[in-house]
């Protein structure tokens, strides 16, 4: 059984270091590390090299491209049996490899596997959080409340996908949550590049869940996702959305919204770039599946955000 890590980055060397010391210092030897370098002007390959580790293989874009670009770019550049996307502030906790290694075995190779996850925020990253925090992913209606290993019904794993296409939350979209079977990401390559839309995670995550054959949920932590000073949920929180998507590259392109032209409002960026996600979904997906985003509660949201905005403006006004 060998395993892809991909590790997409750019110009966060410091971060990338800790990232890759998790993988290291893992108890299973079958894997590789994929690090996708978008145009930085730090070293990486120079620390890269400094490991002398041939299973860590190093590879550099031309220019500096959208991360879903760079995502599909990590992906095309590895051979595991099971692929995990990382951001570079993210790490996988002791026992991720062997841990997983044996459930898919006892299993019979189910084509998904969801797991845990920690979610840490550095400190000063989010509003109110001077020092940070470190909390668990452990209450999402995907776990069901268990404590061990189970096979989600497809039933279960369809209507999760539904709730995303209606704006609802009952699982965390972040790719880092999925070990995916190269069975599987064969089978969603069939609609076009594996990631799509200018929220990657957002559009495979939940047609992996609608495609996957058996999905494997492991409710263990196996995973932390980091926000930090240099990614984008640092800019979410900090009502910087544009900022951040120029640091993405990522903003959806004049196609994407010319064909929603007549539903997009104004307002959070986030809601409109899962609008598209799901619009994407729904066109991919088709020939198999009866799929429509949810126009009118995407509308409502971004009405709730244009108002929660002007309220949050009228405070601070008051306070000058």
Request: one cysteine or more.
């Amino acid at each position: 059984m060998k395993f892809s890590v991909l590790l997409p980055t750019c110009n966060r060397l410091e971060l990338l270091q800790r990232a890759v010391q998790t993988v290291l210092m893992q108890d299973f030897d079958d894997w590789e590390l994929i690090v996708s370098d978008n145009f930085s002007t730090e070293d990486i390959k120079g620390y890269v090299d400094s490991l002398d580790d041939e299973r860590i293989k190093y590879y550099r874009t031309d220019e500096f491209i959208p991360v879903t670009e760079n995502w599909n770019n990590a992906l095309d550049k590895s051979s595991g049996d099971y692929i995990i996307m990382l951001g570079d502030d993210d790490c996988i906790l002791s026992g991720y490899f062997s841990l997983l290694n044996n459930l898919i075995e006892l299993n019979e190779q189910p084509e998904l596997i969801y797991t845990g996850a920690l979610l840490y925020a550095y400190p000063n990253v989010i509003p109110g959080c001077d020092s940070g925090f470190l909390r668990s992913y452990e209450n999402r209606a995907i776990y069901k409340g268990r404590k061990e290993a189970f096979i989600l019904p497809k039933a279960d794993a369809k209507q999760f996908a539904l709730d995303a296409l209606d704006f609802r939350v009952e699982f965390d979209f972040n790719m880092q949550f999925s070990l995916v079977s190269r069975k599987l990401i064969n089978k969603l390559k069939a609609y076009g590049s594996f990631y799509q839309s200018p929220y990657p995670d957002y559009y495979a995550s939940n047609a992996l869940l609608l495609l996957a054959e058996d999905v494997l949920i492991v409710p263990r932590p196996l995973v932390v996702v980091g926000i930090s000073p240099k990614s984008f949920g640092f800019y979410y929180f900090n009502d910087a959305e544009d900022e951040g998507n120029n640091k993405l590259n990522n903003s959806p392109n004049e196609e994407m919204v010319n064909r929603l032209k007549q539903y997009i409002l104004p307002g959070n960026v986030m809601n409109t770039s899962w609008l598209i996600s799901m619009d994407i979904l729904a066109n991919n997906l088709s020939d198999k599946f009866d799929l429509k985003p949810t126009y009118q509660r995407y509308r409502l949201l971004q009405i709730v955000s244009a108002f929660a905005a002007m309220l949050t403006y009228k405070k601070d006004a008051e306070k000058i």
